[in-house]
């Protein structure tokens, strides 16, 4: 019965958004599993699917958790309880519960592959640096996709749905992450909507790639850009190109997000969950300097805590917290603070909306220096 039930919500919502065509999916990938963000209605869908049987059809992950699996953001018993509840019905259904936010460490997503994922960072990260395809899907039907094996077939599952609509000039040096956040966040105001086609991007590293698609996807409804020699068949995406727009980004916009540091309570590194690379990077500048005055905390994947556990004890006697399996986004925890420093534009979107405090975006280094001044 629980197949059949998504089967005919996924047909019936695939009626009204794109003709009855839908696409199977090789994997899913679902948000909405938060307890902070979903409450007991969440929970009750959750655990009605679960009770009815249902079962994912493809390999499906899920999204970051109010609670970490290392056991540091402490929360209320009401959560924890409600986060347990989640936990036990995404497992009888077979999902992979990960509560990472970047999938696409672990799963390969080869290009011009379908799939059903909701986190929109991650979603916009396999287009655009991948040219794996995924709308961005609502929780709920990335789950029920995930349990009927497809998903309507929307504009993002077609070459047509894909063509660029606007060039982009990038008028700036090597990106480092807030660089690349702010030049997603600039061209996700500007645009809005559209496929932006983005000449002149050159990415510093992983986490810089990892900022800008979770900024263009945070300050605009897009998911997709096409990255002129980063895209896989961005050669093909300007061919097909119908370009009605130009813009141009250069540093006096990077420069406009840049204001006059408050002094933070925190710093915070890892939204989207930052990788080993950047892990390592901080950890070897602390063992440099002595024990920063100001916690660091450090938000990263299950995979990569895994990797770095004994170091993770280790840090926190230079005041550095690593915790894995949720973030300052999701987690009331941050409520703790009245300011954070990060060099996140999603961090900096989300956390005065969901918590009230005040964000300081800093590059990197600076947010580092703000730790021990």
């Known amino acids: ?106 799963i390969l997503t080869r290009s011009r592959t379908f799939h059903a994922w909701a986190e929109s960072s991650a979603v916009a990260y396999i287009n655009t640096f991948r040219d794996a395809w995924s709308d961005k899907n609502p929780g709920p039907l990335a789950l029920l996709g995930a349990i009927a094996g497809f998903v309507p077939k929307t504009a993002l599952y077609t070459l047509e749905g894909r063509r660029p609509t606007a060039v982009v000039e990038i008028e700036h040096g090597p990106l480092e992450a807030l660089e690349a956040g702010i030049v997603g966040a600039v061209l996700g105001e500007r645009m809005g909507f559209g496929i932006p086609y983005i000449r002149g991007a050159l990415f510093a590293d992983e986490e810089s790639r990892r900022e800008f698609a979770a900024s263009l996807s945070t300050y605009s409804a897009m998911v997709f850009a096409v990255i002129e020699g980063i895209t896989p068949n961005w050669r093909q995406y300007l061919e097909i190109a119908d370009f009605r727009d130009k813009f141009k980004i250069d540093s006096r916009d990077i420069s406009s997000y840049l204001k006059d540091a408050e002094t933070p309570d925190v710093i915070y590194f890892g939204c989207p969950f930052a990788d080993i690379d950047t892990v390592l990077w901080v950890l070897s500048e602390v063992k440099k300097r002595g024990p920063a005055r100001r916690p660091i905390y450090i938000s990263t994947s299950p995979g990569v805590y895994g990797q770095i556990r004994k170091l993770a004890d280790e840090m926190r006697e230079y005041n550095v917290n690593i915790f894995s399996g949720s973030c300052l986004v999701v987690s009331p925890y941050t409520r703790n603070f009245k300011v954070v420093a990060t060099d996140s534009l999603k961090a900096a979107f989300y956390i005065p909306r969901l918590h009230g405090v005040r964000v300081v975006p800093c590059r990197r280094m600076g947010c580092l220096e703000l730790a021990y001044a």
């Open 1 to 106: 019965m629980s197949r059949y039930f998504a089967r005919e919500v996924v047909l019936k919502i695939a009626d009204a958004v794109s003709g009855g065509e839908v696409v199977p999916v090789e994997t899913a990938h679902i948000s909405g599993v938060s307890y902070f963000t979903i409450g007991e209605y969440g929970v009750e869908f959750l655990e009605f699917l679960a009770s009815s049987g249902a079962r994912v059809s493809v390999f499906t992950t899920s999204n970051p958790a109010v609670v970490d699996i290392s056991g540091f953001l402490a929360v209320d018993e009401k959560m924890a309880r409600g986060q347990e509840r989640i936990y036990k019905a995404l497992r009888s259904m077979g999902v992979s519960v990960t509560y990472s936010c970047t999938p696409y460490e672990f």
